[in-house]
Structures are given as C-alpha cells and as structure tokens.
C-alpha cells in the first residue's frame, strides 16, 4: 500500500510567511489619511529630488504610498485596480481613539438628561 496522505503539507502556504515579514511594509491607512490632507499633500507631490528613490522620488501616489519610475508608470497605475480599490477604501474615516475607548466601555457613560425623571401620564401605576 502507498502513503495515506501527502508529507509536508503546509509547504505552499506562504500567506503565513508574508503576513509577519516587515521588509514590504507600507504605510497604514491612518498615515495615509493624514498624509491626504490638503496641508500634508503639496509636501508629497513635489518632493525633493531623492536618487534613492525610483524615479528620482518624482512620481508618488499619495493613496498608495508608492514611488514610480516615470509619470506613464503612475498613470497606469491609476488607472489600475490597485489604486481604485485603495481610494475607496480611504474614503471611509479611520476610527478615533476616543470611538475605540467607547466601544471597550472606557469612555463616559450615557446617563439621559440630569435632572431625574419627571411622571408622565402614561406611566404605570400602583395599585391600592
């Protein structure tokens, strides 16, 4: 009889690998959000000449946060699917400190109005 099952069965999976590895890392999307702002955005459109960078750092997508080799490489890439689904994905705001503090219960209680309650005609009352 041969072998039940295949040795070493988890060799293709390389999303485990890929999911912990710090070399490719971008920027989060919090980053990217502040990064979106009009203030913040003229710093990253013209930026210095940099020979380090692809394209001497002279083609940026700021959604992204990625350098390209010249201007046709970075309109096709917003042309591209990467680009839109990183857009629409920024256009949803990035939760706050404050809305995680109240989600975990730390944040300040919702009590209604001060004051107390006042009696209302429809509410129940007691027997005799």
Do not use: W
Not at 40 to 61: E, H, M, R, S, W
Not at 85 to 100: C, D, G, H, N, S
Request: hydrophobic share 25%.
């Amino acid at each position: 009889m041969g072998r039940l099952r295949r040795s070493r069965t988890h060799h293709s999976i390389r999303d485990t690998y890929r999911k912990y590895r710090t070399r490719n890392y971008t920027r989060d999307l919090d980053q990217i959000h502040e990064d979106i702002k009009p203030e913040n955005i003229d710093k990253f459109k013209n930026q210095a000449v940099d020979a380090d960078l692809p394209g001497l750092g002279q083609n940026y997508c700021v959604e992204c946060a990625r350098h390209f080799i010249s201007q046709d490489a970075l309109n096709e890439h917003i042309k591209g699917k990467t680009h839109k689904k990183r857009v629409k994905v920024l256009k949803e705001q990035p939760y706050t400190q404050a809305e995680a503090d109240a989600a975990a219960g730390l944040g300040k209680p919702d009590n209604g109005k001060r004051g107390g309650r006042s009696l209302v005609k429809g509410d129940v009352e007691m027997a005799d």
